[in-house]
T-cell receptor, first 115, second 112 residues
Framework: DTGVSQDPRHKITKRGQNVTFRCDPISEHNRLYWYRQTLGQGPEFLTYFQNEAQLEKSRLLSDRFSAERPKGSFSTLEIQRTEQGDSAMYLC?????????????FGPGTRLTVL | GQNIDQPTEMTATEGAIVQINCTYQTSGFNGLFWYQQHAGEAPTFLSY????GLEEKGRFSSFLSRSKGYSYLLLKELQMKDSASYLCAVRPYYNQGGKLIFGQGTELSVKP
């Protein structure tokens, strides 16, 4: 296993279309996180899962955003009716809750451009 | 509210030492992380502090003062490959895991 993977790496879509991103975490990791990052800013938390349970969602996450982790392995993030303001890098991270570090390992991200 | 501040940009010379500061005001505190992010790549973990003091890891050290809401990352013997964005992040909740609150990142340029 080489780390967290995300697909696709780049997505260009027109405003109003729906998009879905996939994240495959490190295989034994039980926590999975989604963040959004815009140019010149740090990552901004969106939501996270422990196994298949979604434990927290940011208040910034509108109803157009939904995330799932159906079997506690991979996760999908869907954005409905995309807007130009959704253009950003969407980062996925995973971690294993066994010690105080609980270090999050990040994937390469999916860069979304909404035209 | 949650607020994490770090300088936007810094420039340093190859072989020198640079200190990147981070101040935070968060609803809780259960650890501070430093990540390195090269342009177009994923953030990678550098260091973790939860108790006051200095943690050293090769050329990188990180310091924390919880009473002052302050941390710094110290990079020694700078190399050109250290040119990157350095992200300070706080984990606000007591329970293990949970979200990280990131600062905007400090873009470090290392010059020859």
């Amino acid at each position: 296993d080489t780390g967290v993977s995300q697909d696709p790496r780049h997505k260009i879509t027109k405003r109003g279309q729906n998009v879905t991103f996939r994240c495959d975490p490190i295989s034994e990791h039980n926590r999975l996180y989604w963040y959004r990052q815009t140019l010149g800013q740090g990552p901004e938390f969106l939501t996270y899962f422990q196994n298949e349970a979604q434990l927290e969602k940011s208040r910034l996450l509108s109803d157009r955003f939904s995330a799932e982790r159906p079997k506690g392995s991979f996760s999908t993030l869907e954005i409905q009716r995309t807007e130009q303001g959704d253009s950003a890098m969407y980062l996925c991270a995973s971690s294993l809750v066994v010690n105080s570090y609980n270090e999050q390992f990040f994937g390469p991200g999916t860069r979304l451009t909404v035209l | 509210g949650q607020n994490i501040d770090q300088p936007t940009e810094m420039t340093a010379t190859e072989g020198a030492i640079v200190q990147i500061n981070c101040t935070y005001q968060t609803s809780g505190f259960n650890g501070l992380f430093w990540y390195q992010q090269h342009a177009g790549e994923a953030p990678t973990f550098l260091s973790y502090n939860v108790l006051d003091g200095l943690e050293e890891k090769g050329r990188f050290s990180s310091f924390l003062s919880r009473s002052k809401g302050y941390s710094y990352l110290l990079l020694k013997e700078l190399q050109m490959k250290d040119s990157a964005s350095y992200l300070c992040a706080v984990r606000p909740y007591y329970n293990q895991g949970g979200k990280l609150i990131f600062g905007q990142g400090t873009e470090l340029s290392v010059k020859p």
